[in-house]
């Protein structure tokens, strides 16, 4: 906004005012409490804030069996918080996605508003693809992001099975990009601890697309890989062929810190 001045003064000056809405994030006061019931009831008032029983102001309580039902409050700031990079988008997304496939889990949020912004985080990460079909870390972005691909593919599918339409060639594009970049080394190069390729091989099965030779690769390197590689590389052989004993044998073996197999 310029406001006005009078010209026909003899000093004359410029000035520039920016005038920037300020809105509540939270509310006044927040407080949560937790009870053990009992058969003969109990007072879920006794524990409050006397403050907030005070207050002349009107309250909201929610009662619920876990820290998850006071996150509605939260899950709110994901709407103006300014997510960027293909992780931070990808992690937005997490909650969204929870909260739309799980209703009332997170609190109450509008339906119409989830999906919203899920629509919107799903765009950007489709900004970031390269022609390779990998993503980069921002949009417009020239260099491949190798974990935050890997990641926002495993994303991308929980939103497809929410019912979110995610672009299937897109990702069908970004799913091939992964399972090529582990077939001709690429990954082993960058990360030869096997850390990468067992995201990788996670996201593959948990995605509908398993790669059996790539499981079997690091299955023979399991005693070199890392707890959550080795948990990765078990969620995978457990979605290879969920019917196959042998495989969810070695799955389970995968979690055991006793096995002497791996």
């Known amino acids: 906004e310029i406001p006005k001045r009078d010209w026909s003064s003899d000093v ?62 939260s899950i709110d700031w994901l709407a103006r918080y300014p997510y960027g990079c293909v992780e931070q988008t990808s992690s937005m997304l997490v909650p969204w996605i929870t909260a739309l496939r799980y209703p009332g889990l997170l609190g109450q949020v509008d ?17 970031m693809q390269l022609g390779s079909g990998m993503l980069s870390a921002w949009p417009g972005g020239s260099d491949t992001a190798d974990w935050g691909s890997v990641y926002a593919a495993w994303v991308l599918t929980r939103a497809a099975e929410a019912g979110i339409d995610v672009g299937s060639s897109r990702r069908e594009r970004l799913l091939q990009a992964l399972s090529e970049a582990c077939r001709s080394g690429w990954v082993d190069r960058r990360h030869d601890d096997g850390s990468l390729a067992s995201f990788v091989a996670m996201v593959l099965a948990d995605s509908g697309r398993p790669d059996p030779s790539l499981n079997a690769v690091l299955l ?33 073996a995968l979690l055991d810190p006793r096995s002497e197999e791996h």
């Open 12 to 73: 004359c000056s410029s000035d520039l005012v920016v005038r920037l809405p300020v809105t509540r994030g939270v509310p006044d006061l927040v407080t949560a409490v937790w009870s053990r019931t009992g058969r003969s009831g109990t007072n879920l008032l006794a524990a409050m804030d006397p403050a907030v029983l005070e207050s002349p102001r009107s309250a909201v309580v929610r009662v619920a069996t876990g820290p998850l039902g006071f996150a509605g409050a």
């Open 111 to 127: 339906p119409v508003e989830i999906r919203k912004r899920i629509a919107e985080g799903v765009r950007q990460l489709w900004a």
């Open 220 to 252: 023979d390197k399991a005693e070199g890989l890392t707890p959550t590689s080795r948990a990765f590389l078990a969620w995978a052989l457990a979605l290879q062929d969920p019917a196959d004993d042998a495989l969810r044998a070695k799955a389970v």
